[in-house]
């Protein structure tokens, strides 16, 4: 993974597909009819898996090909050209299997369905399929406004065309609700997908999904282990590194996603694991193998936007600063999703680029508009950028919204990050808390978060709360953000060493 993306060709163009969204409505409105001891239990599973990252990496760095590499780990020969189906089949595939697809192979896989549906419109699977690939190919692009509601009304369609156990628009429906961040609709129609087909282990990863979103990390966890009990794949091990990840089991979750990277059957799906491996590296502090993570994925996948992003966010850490800006610049031009602006436009603003900054926040407004139109839920995000570039006392009011909808972790810290930022200390240290306690989910070790709740502290007048926060937070990742990690430095720094007065008095009373 160390090689820099190299040449590819340019993708088909995705963003619009042969039919309109009024194409699909009039049809869907028409289907009424290492050595020593090995280690035992699961760090024993981290220490083999750990093993197998490392061939699987390299593998992946070599250029072999997944399915060549897991053939010759059986010791089997090559046994004459492999068949090889067709783009739009490998996107179905994917897309079925709730995994990632190539972008030219999905717009195949989108015109042959709505072409199929268009002369068969009572074809549920047909519609199911069809709706699956708009939320992909939404997801991918970020045309949440054009794509999500297609998505919607072909889903439907496909329950118009066959209302009793549906499972796979039911899990369409759930995928789609996830996308648009609500958790709740995501679970219901998960529910429903499970009680329609039991042993359809699609269904499950959506669940996890919701779970995460509305906090409940326990029933996530459970929903895992029934999960693993039905299916063991790669999108399976995908799904246990996050709820690894959430759990603070970071060489657990690194090794999971190994097992994914080296199993997944196609560039696009190998990607994908990629870009979350990075994300788990870099979430440690590691920018190195962050960043080689990263464009290893961009190379298998020269539409792997979220990897471009991580690569801008690393190279930002390393000091390789235009190149920073131009992968994030290539990110939003083809997803511009508003967390990438925020991004960007935090890192102009620590050059002392306040107009490109503000460019990139305008930015952010607009996608966030335009998303909402599409109904997704960006209350989070804009929250965050509210607090920290906006107007906080809108922030507060924002995320207490959220938080009553869907209380996940980091809409925890993001409220407690807000309230701070309007002046109310008090009760941000509570929703701060929530985002770094263990018993209630805020297991993951985040530097944001804990950064966060130290600045909350000291300004509490806690110093030796603060101080050894502000410690822990930089020992997580030095680089965590190009803002606030240089105030993190500073504020630590201001409060100096411990006095005497930090230490609690363990002397036993006398007598």
Same mark, same amino acid.
């Given at each position: 993974?160390?090689?820099?993306?190299?040449?590819?060709?340019?993708?088909?163009?995705?963003?619009?597909?042969?039919?309109?969204?009024?194409?699909?409505?009039?049809?869907?409105?028409?289907?009424?009819?290492?050595?020593?001891?090995?280690?035992? $239990?699961?760090?024993? !599973? #981290?220490?083999?898996?750990?093993? +197998?990252? &490392?061939?699987?990496?390299? %593998? /992946? =760095?070599? *250029?072999?090909?997944?399915?060549?590499?897991?053939?010759?780990?059986? $010791?089997?020969?090559? !046994? #004459?050209?492999?068949?090889?189906? +067709?783009? &739009?089949?490998?996107?179905? %595939? /994917? =897309?079925? *299997?709730?995994?990632?697809?190539?972008?030219?192979?999905?717009?195949?896989?989108?015109?042959?369905?709505?072409?199929?549906?268009?002369?068969?419109?009572?074809?549920?699977?047909?519609? /199911? =399929?069809? *709706?699956?690939?708009?939320?992909?190919?939404?997801?991918?692009?970020?045309?949440?406004?054009?794509?999500?509601?297609?998505?919607?009304?072909?889903?439907?369609?496909?329950?118009?065309?066959?209302?009793? *156990?549906?499972?796979?628009?039911?899990?369409?429906?759930?995928?789609?609700?996830?996308?648009?961040?609500?958790?709740?609709?995501?679970?219901?129609?998960?529910?429903?997908?499970?009680?329609?087909?039991?042993?359809?282990?699609?269904?499950?990863?959506?669940?996890?999904?919701?779970?995460?979103?509305?906090?409940?990390?326990?029933?996530?966890?459970?929903?895992?282990?029934?999960?693993?009990?039905?299916?063991?794949?790669?999108?399976?091990?995908?799904?246990?590194?996050?709820?690894?990840?959430?759990?603070?089991?970071?060489?657990?979750?690194?090794?999971?996603?190994?097992?994914?990277?080296?199993?997944?059957?196609?560039?696009?799906?190998?990607?994908?694991?990629?870009?979350?491996?990075?994300?788990?590296?870099?979430?440690?502090?590691?920018?190195?193998?962050?960043?080689?993570?990263?464009?290893?994925?961009?190379?298998l996948d020269p539409d792997q936007r979220a990897a471009q992003a991580g690569q801008g966010r690393a190279l930002a850490a390393l000091g390789r600063v235009s190149e920073a800006l131009s992968a994030y610049r290539v990110a939003l031009e083809k997803q511009p999703l508003p967390g990438y602006a925020l991004e960007l436009g935090e890192l102009y603003e620590s050059l002392g680029l306040t107009e490109a900054a503000r460019v990139q926040y305008d930015l952010l407004r607009a996608r966030v508009s335009r998303d909402e139109a599409g109904g997704v839920d960006q209350q989070l995000v804009l929250g965050q950028f509210e607090a920290d570039h906006g107007d906080p006392a809108a922030a507060v009011a924002r995320?207490?919204?959220?938080?009553?909808?869907?209380?996940?972790?980091?809409?925890?810290?993001?409220?407690?990050?807000?309230?701070?930022?309007?002046?109310?200390?008090?009760?941000?240290?509570?929703?701060?808390?929530?985002?770094?306690?263990?018993?209630?989910?805020?297991?993951?070790?985040?530097?944001?978060?804990?950064?966060?709740?130290?600045?909350?502290?000291?300004?509490?007048?806690?110093?030796?709360?603060?101080?050894?926060?502000?410690?822990?937070?930089?020992?997580?990742?030095?680089?965590?953000?190009?803002?606030?990690?240089?105030?993190?430095?500073?504020?630590?720094?201001?409060?100096?060493?411990?006095?005497?007065?930090?230490?609690?008095?363990?002397?036993?009373?006398?007598?």
């Amino acid at each position: 993974m160390d090689e820099r993306a190299g040449e590819t060709t340019t993708p088909r163009t995705t963003g619009t597909t042969t039919a309109g969204p009024g194409d699909v409505r009039s049809e869907a409105d028409g289907a009424a009819g290492g050595g020593g001891a090995v280690p035992r $239990g699961r760090h024993a !599973r #981290g220490w083999r898996r750990r093993l +197998a990252w &490392g061939l699987a990496v390299g %593998a /992946a =760095v070599g *250029g072999a090909g997944v399915g060549g590499a897991m053939m010759w780990s059986q $010791g089997e020969a090559p !046994r #004459g050209p492999a068949v090889v189906p +067709a783009p &739009g089949a490998r996107a179905q %595939a /994917a =897309v079925r *299997g709730g995994v990632t697809a190539a972008l030219p192979e999905l717009a195949e896989l989108i015109d042959e369905h709505e072409a199929r549906v268009r002369s068969r419109p009572h074809d549920a699977r047909g519609w /199911a =399929v069809l *709706g699956a690939a708009y939320v992909e190919q939404g997801r991918r692009t970020a045309d949440a406004a054009v794509l999500y509601p297609k998505a919607d009304r072909a889903l439907r369609a496909s329950l118009k065309a066959r209302p009793h *156990g549906n499972a796979e628009a039911l899990v369409g429906l759930a995928a789609l609700a996830n996308a648009r961040r609500d958790f709740r609709t995501a679970l219901e129609q998960g529910e429903a997908a499970r009680k329609a087909a039991p042993k359809q282990w699609t269904a499950y990863p959506q669940l996890i999904d919701a779970y995460t979103g509305l906090g409940e990390y326990k029933k996530a966890q459970a929903t895992l282990d029934q999960l693993k009990k039905l299916h063991s794949g790669p999108a399976v091990k995908a799904w246990a590194a996050g709820v690894y990840r959430d759990r603070g089991w970071r060489e657990d979750a690194a090794a999971a996603l190994s097992d994914a990277v080296a199993g997944a059957a196609s560039p696009a799906e190998q990607a994908a694991w990629l870009e979350r491996a990075g994300q788990l590296s870099w979430e440690r502090g590691d920018r190195e193998a962050a960043l080689r993570q990263f464009q290893e994925a961009v190379r298998l996948d020269p539409d792997q936007r979220a990897a471009q992003a991580g690569q801008g966010r690393a190279l930002a850490a390393l000091g390789r600063v235009s190149e920073a800006l131009s992968a994030y610049r290539v990110a939003l031009e083809k997803q511009p999703l508003p967390g990438y602006a925020l991004e960007l436009g935090e890192l102009y603003e620590s050059l002392g680029l306040t107009e490109a900054a503000r460019v990139q926040y305008d930015l952010l407004r607009a996608r966030v508009s335009r998303d909402e139109a599409g109904g997704v839920d960006q209350q989070l995000v804009l929250g965050q950028f509210e607090a920290d570039h906006g107007d906080p006392a809108a922030a507060v009011a924002r995320l207490r919204a959220e938080w009553r909808r869907q209380p996940g972790i980091a809409v925890a810290d993001a409220l407690g990050w807000a309230l701070h930022r309007a002046g109310d200390d008090r009760e941000a240290l509570r929703y701060a808390m929530t985002a770094t306690d263990r018993v209630h989910g805020g297991a993951m070790r985040s530097a944001p978060y804990t950064y966060h709740l130290a600045m909350i502290e000291r300004s509490l007048g806690r110093q030796g709360a603060a101080r050894r926060h502000l410690t822990e937070a930089l020992r997580i990742n030095p680089y965590f953000s190009p803002l606030h990690a240089p105030a993190a430095r500073a504020a630590l720094t201001a409060l100096g060493e411990p006095s005497m007065e930090d230490v609690p008095d363990f002397r036993p009373p006398r007598g």
